[in-house]
Structures are given as structure tokens and as C-alpha cells.
């Protein structure tokens, strides 16, 4: 073997190349770098891209199911008053504020805009399912707010007729229930004779409100429950046993011998009835007819 072959046999290769390694580097850096990102791309982008769907459909459970508590609260509200419960049970009002941030988070605005809607129907259904009554500016105020919420789901709506519609015959029932019915007739009309609420069923409910809307004018008082009736109440006499009346009644039992009880169970009605007849006939006797039959025996 040559000296040269021996040589190179000597020779680590790993070692060189670790030795050249920073000067590879610094000539090949820009690639490497476009590679590093080309590979994180192709790996990373279906993952975040994974985990922003899952985000997604997360929150549009959530809101679904808050959507869903609104209509669960109105059934618990009126089982509470029918059983008896009348203390504040509902919790309409946080799932109002749920919805609320559920709409602000939404990507989508016909999503917002619905959640919008059913944030204003729970401020509305807050009202209605009180158990008594409520101050006129509570009232007031839980309107006005319910009001602002579906005219910010009109803005967020354009472009669906049907959550237009929706949003609009809310705006026209909380001017009805601010007693503003002029402003609610406006409404209703405006939907009765829009064309893009055509084919919806929102026409037919507003003309539905405009027929009613008289009879919602009017005041009604209701009359004063009738008071209770006084239960009967049995008065019982101090010192008066059932005995006591029973004697007052029929007198006294005469006592009886031993013979005259067996006796006396034995009689039957037709013996007594003919005892009886004996002693009034000779009750009726007269006292001469008796005096003589004496003499004749003597």
C-alpha cells in the first residue's frame, strides 16, 4: 500500500465535514432558510388551520346551546309560578349577556346577527316572566336596550330577509310594549308591504299585530279576588258527652234482672203488642163491674 492510500485511510471524514460545516453555512444559508419555512408551511398550516375550525364550531355550539337556554328559561320561569316558587329563578338575564359576547366574537355576521336576536327576545322575556310586578323604569330601560340589540342585528343582517324580518317585528313588539303603538304601527306596515318579505311568514304576523293592536290600546282593570269563605267549625259543649244527649233524648234505660233480659230478648213485637192491649183493658174496666165480681167470689 502506497503512502498516499494510507493517507486517506487516516482521514475522518466526519471530522472533515463537521470542519467545513460553517462555511457550508455561510454560503448556503438564504436555502436552508427557504427550506426550513417551505417544510413548516406544508406541515403547520393544515394544523392551525385544524385548530381554527374546531375554535369555530366550538363557539357555534356554544351559542347554539345559549340559544337554546332561552327557551329552557321561559318553561322553568312558568313551572316555578304554577308550582308555588315564587322567588327569581330566572337566569334570562346572564344568557342575555352571553349572547351578547358570543355575537361580538362571531366571524360570521348572519351568526351575530341571530345571536343578536335572542340576546333582545331574553330582555324581553326577562319582563314578561316576572313573577310580580315590575317598575315602569326597569321596564323602560330593559326595552330600550332590547331595541338597540335588533337594530344592531338589522345592520348585521343585510342581505337576509329572513333575520331582517326577524329583528324588525321585535323592534315593532318593544315599541308596543313602550305603549309607542304609532311607531309600532309604522313597522308592521312597512313588513306587511315590503316585497323582500315575501314568501316569509313575518307579513302575516305583522298584519296579524295591526288587528289586535286596538284591543292592546285599551286598559283593562281586574277586579279584587272575592274573599275566601270562613270554614265551618264544629262547636263542641264543655261538660255534654254523647251519652248526656242520648239520655235527654229517650230517658233512662230501666235496669233489668237477669230472667227479665232473657226474657225480654225472647218477646216478640206481636207479645208486646198484646200485653199492651190487656193492660189498657183492664185500666178501662169499670170500678163497679170489679166490686161485684169480688162480692160474687165471696
Not at 118 to 142: I, N
Not at 237 to 247: A, F, H, K, L, R
Request: negative net charge; aromatic residues 4%; hydrophobic residues 40%.
Amino acid at each position: 500500500m502506497d503512502p498516499k492510500h494510507r493517507h486517506e485511510l487516516k482521514t475522518n471524514e466526519l471530522a472533515d465535514w463537521i470542519t467545513h460545516l460553517p462555511d457550508f453555512l455561510r454560503r448556503n444559508w438564504a436555502q436552508l432558510v427557504g427550506l426550513a419555512l417551505i417544510i413548516t408551511g406544508v406541515l403547520g398550516v393544515p394544523i392551525v388551520k385544524r385548530t381554527r375550525q374546531n375554535a369555530a364550531q366550538t363557539r357555534q355550539a356554544e351559542t347554539t346551546q345559549l340559544m337554546q337556554r332561552v327557551a329552557q328559561e321561559k318553561i322553568m320561569a312558568v313551572r316555578n309560578q304554577g308550582s308555588g316558587i315564587w322567588e327569581a329563578q330566572s337566569q334570562l338575564l346572564m344568557v342575555a349577556g352571553s349572547l351578547e359576547a358570543a355575537a361580538n366574537k362571531a366571524k360570521n355576521p348572519y351568526s351575530a346577527a341571530l345571536a343578536l336576536i335572542k340576546c333582545a327576545e331574553a330582555f324581553r322575556a326577562d319582563l314578561h316572566y316576572q313573577p310580580g310586578p315590575v317598575e315602569r323604569s326597569t321596564v323602560q330601560a330593559q326595552i330600550n336596550r332590547a331595541s338597540r340589540t335588533y337594530e344592531l342585528a338589522i345592520e348585521k343582517a343585510q342581505g337576509n330577509n329572513l333575520l331582517t324580518g326577524m329583528a324588525k317585528m321585535g323592534l315593532g313588539l318593544c315599541a308596543e310594549e313602550l305603549g309607542n303603538f304609532d311607531r309600532a304601527k309604522e313597522i308592521y306596515e312597512d313588513i306587511a308591504t315590503n316585497a323582500d318579505f315575501a314568501g316569509t311568514i313575518f307579513p302575516a304576523q305583522a298584519q296579524l299585530r295591526l288587528e289586535v293592536m286596538d284591543d292592546s290600546r285599551e286598559k283593562f282593570v281586574f277586579v279584587a279576588a272575592p274573599e275566601p269563605e270562613a270554614p265551618a267549625v264544629d262547636v263542641e259543649i264543655p261538660g255534654v258527652s254523647g251519652n248526656e244527649t242520648i239520655d235527654k233524648l229517650i230517658g233512662p234505660v230501666m235496669p233489668q234482672s237477669p230472667g227479665d233480659e232473657t226474657a225480654g230478648a225472647e218477646t216478640t213485637p206481636q207479645e208486646s203488642g198484646t200485653g199492651e192491649s190487656a193492660s189498657e183493658a183492664e185500666s178501662s174496666t169499670p170500678a163497679g163491674q170489679t166490686a161485684q165480681g169480688e162480692s160474687e167470689t165471696d
